[in-house]
């Protein structure tokens, strides 16, 4: 295929890896990457995520991007090229994973939002200890109203940054905004790491305990693979159709994928030592990063103009990746269906607002309620998307590819990667032979056996 002159691209190779970044880089890394770890045995955790990072998701990376430069298109639009058939619904897949996710991340997202005010206000300033920290979090997240109104505001950001398209600008501020948290990670890093007790943190977090490698914390890693990388639904596949034919896949999938996990790791080293120092516990599920950070602000000079930057960092970085997930739902509609983009996003937001409310509600008002297996409906939506949709996506991506299309047809992707590592050759053999057969006995384990044998 050649380039096509009407499509867009991104303006250089910077602007695509950042927006690539962009997408990975998120809630998943400072929120969801610590919690896991924490809940899944710290270390062990963490050696089988890299583990996942290394020959599931660098590769899976690669071949959404090349897909995406290959066909120019929208992941559903891809799919009825290089798999026709049946195979169309792989895209569809991915669109209905990022209308999910869109419904839990953007209630987080909304803690961000919620938690800058508190920053701004002077309410992070009245704690003391980690009780004062957990009572305003469990508070927070019980208020039906202050979860509703921050989890709209937070879609109200991110449809109007869709709609109006000012993605671009949001993108080169990327430049920015993502040295600045890095910083910002590496100030906290320091903080946690000189707390008096926190050298147990270091030990749970770097320390790998093999026996706590359970069935458990292969999929959760897995999973969490998937969702940091924003894999397995077809974002990369968007963003790779705006690649240029001069650009690099292999060398720009390292540079995101390097990115993305050295956030994440740097953010559990951000947190755990804190945690242990001050006597929390590591499995403190979903709140772990909003319960110890304000502690930690805390205990610095100026403490609060620290934790009103990284709320709001945080929230951009939030926000950079609900673009990606809003923009694979849009691009369907308005590329497939032929809608306008206002309408597109309106409605998108619209649902994903009314579907989200559950989410918003299930620390509080629906705790109690319980569906599938007795999740509440916020961690449904996680297992049904992080377990279940996106390692399932990935699997179909790299079969799809492997020998539906045949990989035969897209190596000429790579010819602008030039290297001598046989990078190339390595990765056509993962796709083809490592990574689904991987991914299929993990999805066949888990939704099959785990389902009858529970
Ligand atoms: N990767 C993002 C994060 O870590 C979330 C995300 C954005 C995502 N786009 C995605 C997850 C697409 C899965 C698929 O916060």
Redesign the pocket.
Known sequence: MTDNPKREQWGSKLGFILAAAG???????IW?FPYLAGENGGAAFVLVYLVCIVILGLPIMIAEIVIGRHTEKDPVGAFKIIGTGPWSLVGYLGVA??FF?MTY?SVVGGWTIGYLVKSLSGALCSITSSADSEQLFARFIQSPWEMILYHFLFIGATVGVVIFGVAGGIERFSKIIMPVLFILLIILIIRGLTLPGADAGIRFYLNPDFSKITPKVIIEALGQC????????G?MITYGSYLSRKDKILSSSIKIVGI?SIVAILSGLAIFPAVFAVGMTPEKGPGLTFNILPVVFSRMPYGFVFATLFFLLLFI??LT??I??VQ?VVAYVTDEKGWSRARAVLTAGGLIFLLGIPAALSFGTMKDVKIFFGNTYFDFMDIL?SIYM?PIGGLLIAVCLGYKYGLHNTMHELDADTNSFYLKEIWAFTIKYISPVILLAIILYFGVYKMIVP
């Open positions: 997408s990975a880089v998120g809630l998943g890394n969801k994973a990022g996710i991340y998937f969702f940091s990388l924003s894999l397995g639904m974002a993305d970085a939030a990746s609900a990606s997930l694979v998307t996106l």
